[in-house]
């Protein structure tokens, strides 16, 4: 059973061999430490590098995550600006899926490096994501973790 406060308890079975990593975050603003639990089936937990895999589990469903986090674990080139456009076509790729979480958001993202750097191809060549018009650093924003954790109401 998982349970968590304002969460009815949820019955979860993540058959044999599954994997379980327990943990402790302070957190500003907080007296007490942010308890925390990732269960894993044995299926997922195997395949140790997400890239390979290609199923990626990140802790937010949040545009800018999803995207700054695809980019990072793919190596991808991108804008910040285009995490809306890429989630589109997670969407609409059925390549999103959430997954159980409490205190979280999290998501299953579905893909290879190749289908993701066609999906932007077409989408530069389209016309839907464009090319900064001038040449330069690219800052991505920074995520901390009472951002992905303690998600705004």
């Known amino acids: 059973m998982v349970e968590g406060p304002g969460v009815q ?10 994997q379980c990593f327990k943990g402790s975050v302070q ?3 907080r007296k007490k430490p942010l308890r925390h639990l990732i269960a894993l089936s044995e299926e997922f937990a195997a395949s140790s590098e997400s ?3 290609g199923r990626t589990l990140l802790a937010s469903s949040e545009n800018g995550f999803i995207w700054a986090s695809i980019a990072h674990t793919h190596g991808i080139p991108g804008m910040p600006d285009w995490a809306d456009w890429f989630a589109g076509e997670l969407k609409t790729h059925r390549a999103i899926t959430p997954a159980l979480g409490i205190g ?3 998501v299953i993202v579905k893909g290879q490096k190749e289908q993701f750097l066609d999906w932007l191809s077409w989408g530069v060549e389209s016309e839907a994501i464009r090319f900064p018009a001038s040449t330069g650093s690219i800052r991505w924003p920074g995520f901390n973790l009472e951002s992905l954790f303690l998600p705004a109401k």
């Not at 308890?9 to 599954?18: D, G, K, M, S, T």
């Open 9 to 18: 308890p949820i019955r979860v079975c993540l058959e044999r061999n599954a």
């Open 104 to 106: 979280c958001e999290p």
């Open 51 to 53: 890239a390979r895999s």
């Open 27 to 29: 957190l500003r603003g």
